[in-house]
């Protein structure tokens, strides 16, 4: 399945998608499972041309859940570009989730880490 998104600036280590993902598991809700919002992550997408962007690009990310990371590799347009750890942080006062994120870049320049922030899905 492709998913459209429009109006998205994406540096290779960024991964910030809209989209909709049914829950699966133990039987967690989604309000109780940090990775929950993470798995909207997984799947392909065509971004869409901007302003400052002016050819779009395919992207799909393979993620997976091993024991207490969250992993996904970011291809682009066909290209392994970046595998992307997960950790959840902490769960913010509106229900978001926090994590700390480490990225290891294709060309294995120094890509660093970050923290992410999801809220209001």
């Known amino acids: 399945m492709r998913k459209r998104i429009v109006l998205l600036t994406l540096p290779v280590c ?3 998608f809209v989209g909709f993902f049914a829950v699966a598991g133990r039987g967690a809700t989604a309000a109780d499972d940090p990775y929950a919002p993470l798995r909207m992550l997984d799947g392909k997408w065509d971004i869409l041309p901007t302003a400052s962007a002016k050819e779009g690009m395919h ?3 393979h993620c997976a ?3 207490l990371f969250m992993a996904c590799e ?4 066909g290209k392994s570009a970046a595998l992307v750890v997960f950790l ?3 769960k913010t006062a509106s229900g978001g989730e926090v994590y700390w994120t480490q990225g290891l870049l294709a060309d294995a320049s120094p890509a660093g880490n970050a923290g992410l922030q999801l809220t209001g899905l």
């Open 65 to 67: 859940k091993t024991g």
């Open 59 to 61: 992207l799909e990310n």
């Open 74 to 77: 970011q291809v682009v347009n």
């Open 14 to 16: 960024a991964l910030m």
């Open 88 to 90: 959840p942080k902490a």
